[in-house]
């Protein structure tokens, strides 16, 4: 009786200097490799969570970033594992134990895109020479290939929100037409519509 074996793990690593092109140029690889193995269905979630990861190296280290990818095969099905690297130790609050976040949550709060919509996630630190380690720290989450190709289509917002779709469709087009000054404003009103409609208490403003 044949028999159909899993695929093979791969990985792909980039090496990102510190420039606010990092997070197109990061997106841009992740589509690339989902699309090459045959796992378009997660590129809208990755290249969103990729870019909040990404950006947030750019903006809190002074230092180059790392990108890797990494499919994986488990008894769900496929899995993508996305993990970025950088210069500074401090793991964001929102990437700690659901407490401890709690408390300190106001600072990073585009990251609770990855609690929100990653299957898991987690981070670990590097001692500064131990091991020739060049110090920092590693963000990570992982998708499941089976269960968003089931729950969502590719132009879906991943909290089901109309508005967060359209935002981000509109921030997408205008990406891909070179258009940067309204690429980030619309990005901005993609993070300030999610911060106002899916994180804070209603009534609140910021």
Not at 31 to 55: I, K, N, P, Q
Not at 56 to 84: F, K
Not at 148 to 170: V, Y
Request: glycine letters at 10%.
């Amino acid at each position: 009786m044949a028999t159909v074996s899993a695929p093979p793990p791969w990985t792909y690593t980039l090496e990102l200097p510190r420039d606010p092109r990092a997070p197109g140029i990061a997106r841009a690889t992740l589509r690339a490799v989902l699309g090459g193995h045959g796992m378009r269905e997660l590129a809208d979630t990755a290249e969103l969570l990729v870019s909040e990861l990404v950006t947030n190296a750019y903006r809190h280290t002074d230092g180059p970033s790392s990108l890797r990818l990494r499919g994986l095969e488990g008894i769900e099905g496929q899995r993508l594992r996305v993990s970025v690297w950088d210069t500074s130790p401090d793991v964001p609050a929102l990437f700690e134990e659901a407490e401890a976040a709690a408390a300190r949550a106001e600072s990073g709060r585009g990251l609770l895109l990855v609690r929100r919509c990653a299957s898991t996630w987690g981070s670990h630190r590097f001692d500064l020479g131990r091991f020739g380690a060049a110090g920092g720290k590693i963000l990570w989450f992982e998708l499941a290939h089976e269960r968003w190709r089931e729950a969502r289509t590719p132009s879906a917002s991943p909290l089901g929100c109309r508005e967060c779709a359209h935002l981000e469709a509109e921030w997408r087009r205008l990406a891909a037409d070179g258009d940067g000054e309204k690429a980030v404003d619309a990005g901005i009103a993609v993070r300030r519509h999610f911060r106002s409609a899916h994180l804070l208490p209603k009534g609140a403003v910021w």
